[in-house]
């Protein structure tokens, strides 16, 4: 079995989704004073790759130690969108055509080519690809398991269709993976392949930052 890395490195005021604070992070014992190396990190549980869980948008709702860990690895399809504009909305048409196949119960992977541009610019922060509404309605309705992509948000950083987007996804309780790096080699694999996401046990949270993998048997 082989192990292939998915997720983005987080580390020091790394780019993150603009609106979150920056992430901090700050020896308190070093090995020259302490004998011991512990750092400590300041950051939101959505930073990196990271999974929302539906308490992410609606209150009152599951928070992400409270979905099975079960839901969180299975077999993916990749919707290949690494051709698009910076800002495009992904419509269902538009994810239909990219994945011929039966998504009940799938992971479906949507690859912008965001992931490989993450870096503090106007292009990453301001103006990702997304899943718009009503491609995210139609996932909803295909029944699948969980959607990712590798941009900061999947509904983008236009206010109102994020919001929308989220809210269709979230409230049918599919978790929604973020800030994914697809190497080339993911490309390549026959599909469906299997992935591992397994999000860290925060009680209570709105979401979690996880190291997602493909595996290759």
């Not at 780019?15 to 190396?37: F, M, Q, Y």
């Amino acid at each position: 079995m082989r192990l292939i890395d998915l997720s983005q490195p987080v580390y020091a005021d790394c780019p993150i989704c603009p609106v979150h604070p920056p992430v901090r992070s700050e020896a308190i014992a070093d090995h020259k004073k302490s004998g011991w190396l512990v750092e400590q990190l300041t950051l939101t549980a959505h930073t990196g790759s990271h999974i929302d869980a539906p308490l992410h948008k609606f209150a009152g709702t599951k928070s992400i130690d409270q979905l099975s860990l079960d839901r969180f690895t299975g077999l993916a399809v990749l919707a290949d969108m690494r051709d698009c504009r910076p800002d495009q909305p992904f419509t269902s048409s538009m994810l239909g055509r990219k994945l011929p196949v039966e998504l009940e119960d799938h992971i479906v992977i949507v690859a912008t080519g965001w992931g490989q541009k993450r870096a503090k610019t106007d292009e990453w922060e301001k103006y990702p690809p997304y899943v718009s509404p009503d491609a995210a309605e139609w996932l909803v309705e295909q029944k699948i398991r969980g959607v990712a992509i590798d941009t900061y948000s999947i509904g983008g950083a236009r206010p109102q269709q994020n919001t929308l987007t989220h809210e269709i996804i979230l409230r049918a309780e599919i978790w929604v993976l973020e800030e994914l790096c697809l190497p080339d080699e993911i490309f390549s694999l026959p599909q469906p392949f299997e992935i591992w996401c397994l999000p860290i046990n925060l009680r209570g949270f709105s979401g979690s930052f996880c190291r997602p993998v493909a595996v290759v048997r």
